[in-house]
């Protein structure tokens, strides 16, 4: 649904690349605030840290766009989609979205 969303806004690979890789980390950043209680502050600084190696990552992500699958980079995504499938049967879910 990104790429679909970002392909209409007529971005590039690179920024798509990009916006994903930015949520990923903000994502969870925000979490570990709300859930964590950890100081906003401290985590807006670790994010500016870790810019150029977002801005990497999806330069990376670009370049191997049109590698055959079973080539592309994606060591964690899968458990996460796992994780997140099995989340969503739980009794108890820790986020209602």
């Given at each position: 649904m990104?790429?679909?969303?970002c392909?209409?806004?007529?971005?590039?690979?690179t920024e798509?690349?990009?916006v994903?890789?930015?949520g990923?980390?903000?994502?969870?950043?925000?979490?570990?605030?709300?859930?964590?209680?950890?100081?906003?502050?401290?985590?807006?600084?670790?994010?500016?840290?870790?810019?150029?190696?977002?801005?990497?990552?999806a330069?990376?992500?670009?370049?191997?766009?049109?590698?055959?699958?079973?080539?592309?980079?994606?060591?964690?995504a899968?458990?996460?989609?796992i994780?997140?499938?099995a989340?969503?049967?739980?009794?108890?879910?820790?986020?209602?979205?």
């Open positions: 990104l790429g679909l969303l392909a209409t806004a007529g971005l590039s690979r798509t690349a990009t994903a890789a930015y990923t980390v903000t994502g969870a950043a925000s979490a570990g605030v709300r859930l964590l209680g950890l100081d906003p502050y401290q985590v807006q600084a670790l994010l500016v840290g870790l810019a150029d190696l977002c801005d990497g990552t330069a990376d992500a670009a370049r191997a766009a049109d590698d055959p699958p079973e080539r592309l980079p994606a060591a964690a899968p458990l996460a989609d994780h997140a499938e989340h969503a049967t739980w009794e108890v879910r820790l986020f209602a979205s």
